[in-house]
């Protein structure tokens, strides 16, 4: 990467650690990390920097005197710290967060959890909110959070700059979202019976039973015995000819 587009690299990781990580859909924990991935999702969805790389922020770790992170195996970290996650505040009377679809039933049923990190982020916008879903599923499904009434109700809102609320856990009834869809159930495809052979009306003879041609595994031998019957007789003629000849 040129010293140039290194620079304006910097620059925005900078802008994205130390200043409004909300901007781009992200938060750092209590720690002041952020995972490496999220970084580059947020990066990739920016105009012109989709090829940036892990070796591009070690590039810029390692180039720059006094870099503003320190960089780790899996996080980022940036190097003055900075108080990322307000106590506690009053939130908008909705909020949204844009879930999986493999995770949507079980967030009905369950509410919202943490998976990898401390908090669940709580978007200000439907935009922010499909923005964040969309690093995780395409197609993600959008859910509205009664905020306002879970507040009243104790549960706890952090703010994280203008445009994101964090919460640990948010339990089904704050929750709306469209109804399930029901899976299809597979239909049974039925295969067509052979048909049974026309049965005959010959009487039953006690202590006997019937043989049926139309049962038999080899139908091909009754005309293989023929055709052995007549190779023997063909045989005979031939030996009873050559006697006479004698």
Known sequence: MGKYRLKELGKIVEYILLH?????????????????????????????????????????????????????????????????????????????????????????????????????????????????????????????????QAHDEGHTFSPCGELLYLVITLPPPFLSGPPLRESPKPTKVSRPKSPEPAKTDVPEMIGSFLLDPARDPDPMRRERRKKDKERKRQRSRERRHKRSRR
């Open 20 to 148: 409004r990580p909300d901007e781009f859909g992200l938060f750092l924990d209590d720690d002041g990390s952020l995972p490496i991935k999220e970084l580059m999702w947020a990066l990739h969805e920016e105009e012109g920097w989709k090829y940036v790389r892990r070796g591009h922020l070690k590039e810029l770790a390692y180039s720059h005197p006094e870099p503003a992170f320190t960089l780790e195996e899996k996080c980022i970290k940036p190097k003055q710290p900075r108080k990322q996650i307000s106590s506690a505040a009053v939130p908008p009377r909705l909020l949204f967060y844009a879930a999986k679809r493999k995770a949507y039933p079980v967030i009905l049923k369950h509410g919202l959890r943490p998976g990898g990190r401390p908090y669940v982020p709580l978007a200000t916008t439907e935009e922010i909110a499909l923005r964040i879903g969309r690093r995780r599923d395409p197609k993600p499904i959008l859910l509205t959070i009664h905020a306002a």
